[in-house]
């Protein structure tokens, strides 16, 4: 069964963009447009393997999205790509203070985001 990812981010371009770049190396792909939406995804969906999520969307930011995935036990080994423009370090910092593995600033290469997910899958 192809690995399964779950791409949070506000902008439909970038979650169609990034989704279509996934499917094309075969992944199976979920997307959500906050990360409201990406909690109610990932609980509904049975297995996620890894997890692409912007920093700035309404209702719940990418940071606070994070912190409930980690707080969670059957979710804290799931790989995180955190996708942003907001590249200072501060921002970068929170990120893997909160629990990302990677932060990736937008606009990202598409031979290197598959290179990530492929390492963080292993």
Request: no cysteine; net charge negative; charged share 30%.
């Amino acid at each position: 069964m192809p690995k399964h990812i779950l791409i949070v981010d506000d902008s439909k371009t970038v979650r169609n963009l990034v989704a279509f770049i996934m499917k094309k190396e075969g992944f199976r792909v979920t997307t959500a447009e906050d990360g409201l939406d990406g909690l109610e995804k990932l609980y509904a969906t049975d297995q996620v393997d890894l997890i692409v999520s912007d920093v700035n969307m309404p209702r719940m930011d990418g940071f606070t999205f994070i912190k409930n995935v980690r707080e969670q036990e059957a979710y804290r080994d799931i790989p995180i790509i955190v996708l942003s423009t907001e590249g200072q370090d501060k921002d970068i910092q929170t990120g893997l203070t909160l629990g990302a593995n990677l932060y990736m600033v937008k606009p990202a290469q598409p031979e290197k985001m598959v290179r990530n997910v492929k390492m963080l899958l292993g």
